[in-house]
C-alpha cells in the first residue's frame, strides 16, 4: 500500500478517506503497468531536508526554481513543470471528499498527483505546488513540533510568487492605496 499525502480544505471522515486511497490505490496499480511498456527519464525530483535549511522553506522554494530553470516572474503552467520534471498529474474525482490533491510516489513509478480539477485554477496551482512541497521536502516523518502542511504552503507560495519578484510591485500597489 502507498503512503498518501493530501491536501484538504476540512477534515475527512476516515471511512471516506480510505474509500478515497483504495481508489487511488487502483488507479497507481493501473497506472504503474501501463508506465512499464514506455521509457521515462528518471524523475528530477530531489530530497530538501528543512532541517538542514533552519527552516528556510522559501529558500527551498527558490532552489527548486533555479533547478528546474523557471524563469523570473509568474509561473506560465504548473502542471508542465511538474511534467517535465517527471511527475505525472491526474484529474481524479473525489467525489463527496472534500480533497484538494493527494500525492503518492513510490519506486519504480513517478511521482503521481491525483488533483480535484473541480477546484478554482488559483487553488488548483497552489495545490500542485503544495504537492511539489511535499514531494522534495517531505520524504521522512518530521519531528513533532514541525508543521508540514504548513511548510508545503510556504513552499507553494515562494514557488509561484518569489517574494523577491512580487515585493516591488506590491509596494506599488500599497504605496497607492495610501495615497487613496
Not at 497506472?31 to 532541517?51: C, G, K, N
Request: hydrophobic share 40%.
Amino acid at each position: 500500500m502507498s503512503e498518501f499525502f493530501h491536501r484538504k480544505k476540512q477534515a475527512v471522515p476516515q471511512r471516506q478517506l480510505n474509500t478515497v486511497y483504495a481508489r487511488l490505490e487502483l488507479r497507481r496499480m493501473e497506472i504503474q503497468a501501463l508506465l512499464r511498456s514506455v521509457d521515462l527519464d528518471e524523475p528530477t525530483f530531489f530530497h530538501m531536508d528543512p532541517e538542514k535549511y533552519d527552516g528556510d522553506v522559501e529558500k527551498i522554494a527558490q532552489i527548486v526554481r533555479a533547478t528546474f530553470r523557471i524563469p523570473n516572474g509568474p509561473i506560465q503552467n504548473v502542471v508542465d513543470v511538474l511534467e517535465d520534471a517527471g511527475a505525472i498529474v491526474i484529474p481524479f474525482d473525489f467525489e463527496d471528499a472534500n480533497i484538494d490533491a493527494i500525492h503518492l510516489w513510490n519506486p519504480g513509478v513517478p511521482p503521481l498527483i491525483f488533483t480535484n480539477f473541480n477546484r478554482t485554477m488559483d487553488r488548483i496551482r497552489f495545490t500542485l505546488c503544495h504537492e511539489l512541497g511535499h514531494i522534495i521536502m517531505h520524504r521522512k516523518p518530521p519531528s513533532e513540533d514541525v508543521d508540514i502542511e504548513e511548510q508545503a504552503d510556504r513552499f507553494s507560495s515562494e514557488f509561484l510568487m518569489p517574494k523577491n519578484e512580487i515585493s516591488h510591485s506590491l509596494g506599488a500597489l500599497l504605496f497607492l492605496n495610501l495615497l487613496l
